[in-house]
């Protein structure tokens, strides 16, 4: 071990002892490997040294699945990234079978979802995004994403142990229609003519007919695949069905899918952030979306300790000292010696989680 200014510190180096803020709370945990994004953090919270494993200590290896503090550690990200590419490899198999008359190996993906969610259990939607993410997989990638976020609000809301692995599923198949629609539309960076956009509308209606004969799989998750984009007012589609004819399932995965569509790169737009993301969600339950849901998504969303660490839109980093739960995307955030009132300095918003929850 030796101690390293932060100044000198390489990306890829991993902390041998835990870095705490000069408050006493807990900023990094052991074992943590440091990005350029980290060097920043510990630079704004004015931490001169860390501690860091020499390139031979045996220990690097020997971290174990939580740390003395109880957050998630090496080897449980390990676990969960090793979990999500065997899924991701799975869907990628699977996906097409129904379109060339195969049938969907459902056994196998309900288990491997049930693994999967086991090995997620320090999961969080707003920034848990696995190493072995890539871009040209949004398909599957999303997929999964969206199946873990509905799994979370599901059991967030209340909803029976019984239904929780089924609203999974229907987050993991919601978008299986999109097998059927052509590449070059749904990457296409230009503006999609009316042809191309009533092509890319029909994905639930090919989802639904891909589903409905599949054995093993409940109604709901078949609904999900055929209304996650009907909205509340009838102004979705592909059948403009209102409130009362939507199943619970599709309305859980239509909020965690616009989440995760929205808060996604993709070869035609950047990222949105979380937080904006969120906001808006608040906005389209006023008619769109299932207003209950909608809260209770983020409310835990947004549910973290004084002390997160956050990045604001013009890159300051600083920690989270208040939020006020009529505004919970808008908390008080300290940097250095400065407040800044999110609620009432609305041209800034905060772009990402950086480490504290």
């Given at each position: 071990?030796?101690?390293v200014?932060?100044?000198?510190?390489?990306?890829?180096?991993?902390?041998?002892?835990h870095v705490l803020t000069?408050?006493?709370?807990?900023?990094?945990e052991?074992?943590?490997?440091?990005?350029?994004?980290?060097?920043?953090?510990l630079?704004?919270?004015l931490?001169?040294?860390?501690?860091?494993?020499?390139?031979?200590?045996q220990?690097?290896?020997?971290?174990?699945?939580?740390s003395?503090?109880?957050?998630?550690?090496l080897q449980g990200?390990?676990?969960?990234?090793?979990?999500?590419?065997e899924?991701?490899n799975?869907?990628r198999k699977?996906?097409?079978?129904?379109a060339?008359?195969?049938?969907l190996?459902?056994?196998?993906i309900r288990?491997?979802?049930?693994q999967?969610?086991?090995?997620?259990?320090?999961y969080?939607?707003?920034?848990?995004?696995?190493?072995?993410?890539?871009g040209?997989?949004y398909?599957?990638?999303?997929?999964i994403?969206?199946?873990?976020?509905?799994y979370?609000?599901?059991?967030?809301h209340g909803?029976s142990?019984k239904?929780?692995?089924?609203?999974?599923?229907?987050g993991?198949?919601?978008?299986i229609g999109?097998?059927?629609?052509?590449p070059?539309?749904?990457e296409?960076?230009?503006?999609?003519?009316?042809?191309?956009?009533?092509?890319?509308?029909?994905h639930p209606t090919?989802?639904?007919?891909?589903?409905?004969?599949?054995?093993g799989?409940?109604?709901g998750v078949?609904?999900?695949?055929l209304?996650?984009?009907?909205?509340?007012d009838?102004?979705g589609?592909p059948?403009?069905?209102?409130?009362?004819?939507?199943?619970?399932?599709?309305?859980?995965?239509?909020?965690t899918?616009?989440?995760?569509?929205?808060?996604?790169?993709?070869?035609?737009k950047r990222?949105d952030?979380?937080?904006l993301?969120?906001?808006?969600?608040?906005?389209?339950?006023?008619?769109?979306?299932?207003?209950?849901?909608?809260?209770?998504?983020?409310?835990?969303?947004?549910?973290?300790t004084?002390g997160?660490l956050?990045k604001?839109?013009d890159g300051?980093?600083?920690?989270i000292?208040f939020?006020?739960?009529s505004n919970?995307t808008r908390p008080?955030?300290?940097?250095?010696?400065?407040i800044?009132?999110l609620?009432q300095e609305?041209q800034?918003?905060?772009?990402?989680v950086?480490?504290?929850?």
């Open positions: 071990m030796q101690n200014g932060v100044s000198q510190v390489k990306p890829g180096s991993r902390l041998s002892e000069r408050r006493g709370t807990l900023l990094f052991k074992g943590r490997m440091l990005s350029e994004t980290d060097k920043e953090v630079q704004a919270f931490i001169p040294s860390v501690m860091i494993y020499d390139p031979g200590d220990e690097q290896g020997t971290e174990h699945s939580e003395d503090d109880g957050s998630v550690t990200r390990a676990d969960f990234d090793l979990a999500f590419k899924m991701r799975l869907l699977a996906f097409p079978l129904p060339a008359g195969q049938p190996p459902i056994l196998e288990t491997k979802l049930i999967l969610i086991e090995a997620a259990e320090g969080h939607p707003l920034f848990c995004d696995p190493a072995s993410v890539r040209e997989d398909l599957y990638n999303n997929s994403y969206v199946s873990l976020s509905s979370l609000l599901a059991k967030w909803f142990e239904d929780l692995v089924p609203v999974a599923l229907a993991l198949l919601h978008d999109n097998t059927k629609v052509d070059a539309i749904l296409k960076n230009a503006t999609l003519a009316p042809a191309e956009r009533e092509e890319i509308r029909r090919y989802g639904y007919v891909l589903l409905k004969n599949a054995p799989i409940n109604e078949k609904l999900a695949a209304q996650h984009h009907e909205r509340e009838g102004s589609y059948m403009r069905v209102k409130a009362d004819k939507i199943h619970p399932y599709a309305k859980i995965v239509a909020i899918d616009v989440f995760h569509a929205m808060t996604s790169n993709r070869s035609y990222a952030s979380p937080y993301v969120l906001e808006q969600l608040h906005q389209e339950s006023f008619g769109k979306l299932e207003p209950a849901l909608v809260r209770t998504f983020i409310e835990r969303m947004t549910q973290f004084n997160t956050v604001i839109s300051r980093i600083g920690e000292i939020t006020d739960r919970p008080m955030v300290k940097v250095g010696d400065l800044v009132n609620a609305r800034y918003f905060i772009r990402e950086v480490a504290g929850i």
